[in-house]
């Protein structure tokens, strides 16, 4: 699951919580960490469930989609970011120790 904080209508009214996004699927999301936006608007979460671990995109619809693939081990992927200008996703690799630099389309 992933929720998401709505703000109230005013700097007085409490925001409430709610539920963005809830997998039906545990081979597409089952323990979603590390996350963040990227230049485009979606959200992009290292899931590291059992068996292989993936990079899953959530557009604002809430639809789930798989962006990438550890395909070295299986090792859980950790902290994605952009670069300021957004033309690069970096994401590592907890065992060993590896950061990889992806270039794309990511606006």
């Known amino acids: 699951q992933v929720w998401r904080y709505v703000p109230g209508s005013t700097p007085q009214e409490g925001g409430t919580i709610e539920l963005f996004v809830e997998s ?47 395909a070295l081990n299986s090792s859980e992927l950790a902290g994605v970011c952009f670069s300021p200008n957004g033309r690069i996703m970096f994401v590592n690799i907890q065992e060993p120790g590896i950061t990889f630099a992806i270039q794309g389309p990511w606006v």
Do not use: M, W
């Open 24 to 70: 039906h699927d545990r081979s597409l999301l089952e323990h979603p960490d590390n996350l963040t936006i990227s230049p485009s608007g979606d959200l992009i979460l290292c899931e590291d469930g059992g068996g292989d671990q993936f990079l899953v995109g959530v557009n604002p619809k809430g639809e789930l989609y798989q962006l990438a693939r550890n």
